[in-house]
């Protein structure tokens, strides 16, 4: 039976399918960690107390990043060269969702403006995140090689988007509320384009890696337009919602150290 979990327990068991996976998902979450310090380093002065979370932001990121590099070697395996067709977080840069690059290269100040689209791009990139890294949590969390990453990685991607839901509500009380909206809906829909191609051009990847037959390349790109198709009709709201998280101040502490995993 074709499922999520069988799906990517393929992926876990080749190495190589297993690398490109690792490898993607490293670059994703150093380059985000990069994006966070620059604009930590960057902040209004009137926002500058919110430039410790994001500092905590990308240093969770760049952690990430690190164990996947770091389960990567616990395998004896190498990180692969990015196929820019499945770099999700260069071609959201590159689609304008998030702060341009140029932009955060330079040494001037971002305004408050920028900072609430930072806030708004990141509510939604995140929700992709947590619900992803809950789907692997639901089926791997207890495994013996990536459950204990799986189960950190998630308590985290859960951290961000409270962190979003609440800075977000604090810049709507203060007069933004029709800024992020528009924001939050532009952002959404085209995260949902993107994240259908990437999700094609990374199958196309894994089935050509693991001899997968037509029949079944053919079903599971069918399952991504049929996904694709339902979040543009419906589904993307979820990802503009603003409600008050559990989880206050989530991003408040030090970011917690990468475990070892040799």
Not at 2 to 26: G, P, T, V, W
Request: net charge negative; charged share 30%.
């Amino acid at each position: 039976m074709l499922s999520a979990k069988s799906l990517f327990q393929e992926i876990l068991d080749n190495d190589e399918s297993f690398r490109l996976f690792c490898s993607i998902a490293a670059s994703g979450e150093t380059q985000g960690g990069w994006e966070n310090a620059r604009i930590a380093a960057l902040v209004p002065e009137d926002e500058r107390a919110l430039a410790p979370k994001i500092t905590r932001h990308g240093a969770d990121e760049d952690k990430h990043g690190r164990i996947f590099n770091a389960l990567m070697k616990k395998r004896g395996l190498r990180p692969v060269e990015v196929p820019p067709e499945t770099d999700y977080t260069m071609l959201l840069e590159r689609h304008g969702i998030g702060l341009a690059h140029d932009k955060l290269k330079s040494d001037q100040a971002l305004t408050v403006q920028d900072i609430v689209t930072y806030l708004a791009h990141s509510r939604v990139t995140e929700q992709r995140a947590s619900e992803q890294m809950e789907l692997l949590r639901k089926h791997f969390a207890d495994h013996p090689d990536i459950g204990r990453a799986v189960r950190m990685i998630s308590d985290d991607e859960d951290n961000h988007l409270a962190y979003c839901h609440e800075e977000l509500l604090r810049f709507a009380a203060a007069g933004h509320g029709r800024a992020i909206q528009r924001t939050l809906r532009e952002a959404a829909l085209a995260e949902i384009r993107m994240y259908r191609d990437v999700s094609l051009a990374v199958m196309d990847h894994m089935g050509r890696i693991l001899g997968w037959p037509g029949a079944k390349r053919w079903f599971l790109a069918a399952a991504i337009h049929a996904v694709y198709v339902y979040e543009r009709l419906a589904g993307w709201r979820r990802m503009v919602s603003l409600q008050m998280p559990e989880r206050r101040d989530a991003l408040g502490g030090p970011a917690s150290s990468a475990p070892e995993f040799a």
